[in-house]
């Protein structure tokens, strides 16, 4: 049966250690995954338009650059990638999160969310356009290790 | 020259008079666009599920019923749409309103967001992706006339 | 706000009177639907490849000259729908029905099922990929007066 | 000439070896084709929503929650697909069989129907859309060694 | 039911008057179709370029400039159709009309096919990716009469 | 026949008067054509972003707010459009011309380039990409005649 | 620079040395290219459908059975392709020539023809979407040789 | 995490050593990206037409059979780039680059222009259109380390 290895883009915060959970349970398991993600170095990708292209004064600007070069790199891999996992946690807005979704699902892609319960209402836009709705990352490992079967 | 009617999808925040202002300042001024938006009765559009399909123990489940219909409304609007604007209040999530963002740019479907500057920074990637950002509903009307003159 | 006429492609079951109840309680509530369906005179239908092109011996060719006609106004009418409504009935295979729901979901027309909940285990992917799963024509007329307020 | 690996995707009937026959007759056969299908342990299949993602009371939900996981799989390796083939048994709906082809077509993905004589008449749709109809395993693997000689 | 106006191109053959009697046919019947072509006057057709963009020396050239301007309007009209019709008479190479064929099947417009026995063979690709196969004009103006109805 | 309105976008030199020209050609013979263009007032394109969203001292963002503004009426009118005309003066680098062929061309529409023979040479790309090279607007005038004939 | 590997599609006459030619001409030079085509052997191709799925009375279903088939590896193969090569001999109607230059340039797939001036006239719609018009295989080498360098 | 490598398309001015900066840049740093461009050999460039297919009098069709096959190469990186890159030089019209940035992003891909200020008004709809201005190659280097870190 199929070979194929799986592209699978991990959206969404920053702040906790949920990608490297889904990283390190799907190496253990061995699967045929390969993962791609922002970049999660929040100062990095922050400053990374003003630190190439030169300062700004205003913040809108300086944002946006940043924002630019950033959109390069989630726009190519949410492109490449078989299935998309969007983290919400407990903190911040994060509509570059929810932003991503609404690509993802309008490029066809599958969305796997991953927040908890409290979210729930807030996120049942997202998750109706979702293909499961995970509490926890070792859920997502499941997922993928069932799908790779 | 062209007499195109502009078809304006109206997304995001439910609890501000901006979709008025935006509907009637773009009929005062005579402008060719009709508007379309999803159903902004909070209750009627949260309970859409359930009154038409049946009630639900589960209110993950419960959810679900709506923004299944909801979505039908939310998505042939948005693919029907010239133009998508998109408006963040300064309360609640909103992860919907970042959402059809998302979808509306995959589409090719031009964004112009509408939002305070103290959400700025958390809205840079949506912003990079939106053709103008406003912070009155009469910005985006004076669009409107700009693009229909 | 937008006087959008709606397109809505009625596929399925042809031998009860789930499109009459829909078109009828859509025009009673003065809906702004267009409705579309294939042809579902079920002779017509069957014959019309013989009819029209000349008789087939071969019962496998003979329905091959009626499908290929058929389908020229489905595929028209599903691409033409905002919204397709797939009904399941007690009988028959009815693998047309699932095969235009496919169609419907991959070209990204929302998908409203109707059926029995006797069929459901049986309808899990189909109903998956739909908007709302509906147990009776008057539920998708509510659907519809919702759509449109 | 073309060294192309085709990507052959298998969907339908689980309840006979038909998979088996044409994975094997190509592997005898020494052809570069490599398979995908969902997962065909039909226990695993019903239930990994509620395995991984927790029990649901409502059968509705419970199928729900399996068919969300089980349609990344199938959506994804019909994606990567070149060819989908697609078993119609004897015995149950297989509407999800008929859904995937519906699916395919819209890609434009060719379809091969693999099914008896008796069921000609309920699959004139399917078969329209499709490239060829099959009624052994063995002649859809002849069909894979000409398309690769 | 719809009211929908079906727009038919028909491509092909301009030495016989195939189209006069489908135009003609349809609209005895009172159908509600709006037909499209290319220009089917020969000599305003081959020479459309030198006349409007000026002469050439090379016949290859002068061919260029004409067949640069009649495809604006066989490829607008094709994009615009819900069917097309492609017409191949007894004499001549007709390439363009099998060219037609090809762009409408892979914009995933439904083609007709109309042409005698004799070319069966030598059509048999065009033919297969062709909806129906029709003898007569008026066998195209039943079926147009029939998806209609 | 048909009585399609084609819409036609007219894009590029501002200096001139080609656009009226062909519009005013255009009407004199009656022909059933939508004429749509940028905002063709240089101070009023340049200057709308300022105008509207609010000064800038930086001449890059200051340029940004405009084009962010006017690249919503230029996609827009290329994508509903069946034609775009695209014409280079004598003076300036006009690189939104080509920029706005380019989009044309990856869209799919037909275009036809209006320039004199002694930037043959440096738009060799883009006639290439073109259905016909104009030397003047009433060469445009009678491909539309013919076009609609 | 790119070590890309070229697909390249060679479709039409199987009657002379064209693919043969074009093929040692690549490898004589070291390109880095990989040829496709339909299957060149005309009993092989014109009874494949009989062959594996039995036999036919009428020859129009007969040759249905095999350009259904044939047409899952050229559309597969075009699919596929970064450019198409399409052959058109001094002999037979070569109809499905035509059609695959028209399915390839749908498709947005570079074209070169390759035939004599004495097809100039009546290629002349498929000359002009394509991007080159050879008159001798070594051409189409040459080409592929300017394109890889 | 991600090995992909990413595909760059360099597109423009060939006057300058911007290319090979980049690229040895790239190398440099040991960057996981593969490089693509035009062929960049002036003369080669403007004659392969008449090298290959044969002399023509008229310079416009001379340029029209170079620009053909030009485009072979241009429209296939391009298609196959993950990224592109278009850089405008102080000299020439510089019409292609504007033409390839306008098919890069009507086809979704990023683009990343590169020119001095003294072009930022005239060059500000294809900034708008871009992920990110940089004034020297080096920057675009930093940015490619920073998308594959």
């Known amino acids: 049966m199929s070979q194929k290895i799986w592209n699978v883009y991990l959206s969404g915060e920053i702040h906790s250690d949920w990608r490297e959970r889904i990283i390190d349970g799907a190496r253990a398991r061995g699967l045929a995954v390969q993962f791609s993600s922002a970049v999660t170095d929040h100062d990095a990708s922050d400053l ?4 190439i ?3 700004e004064e205003d913040p809108f600007w300086r944002d ?9 790199r989630t726009s190519t ?4 990638a078989d299935l998309v996992v969007v983290r ?3 903190k911040y807005k994060q509509w570059n999160a929810a932003f991503d979704a609404g690509v993802a699902v309008a ?4 969305v796997i969310t991953l927040h908890d319960a409290e979210h729930d209402h807030a996120l049942k836009e997202v998750d109706e356009a979702a293909k499961a709705t995970c509490r926890h990352p070792e859920q997502v490992v499941d997922i993928l290790a069932y799908l790779l079967s």
């Open 88 to 90: 919400f946690g407990p």
């Open 48 to 51: 990374v338009g003003v630190n």
């Open 53 to 55: 292209l030169g300062s």
């Open 107 to 110: 490029r066809g892609k599958p």
């Open 64 to 72: 946006r650059k940043a924002s630019g070069i950033n959109s390069i």
């Open 77 to 80: 891999h949410i492109n490449n």
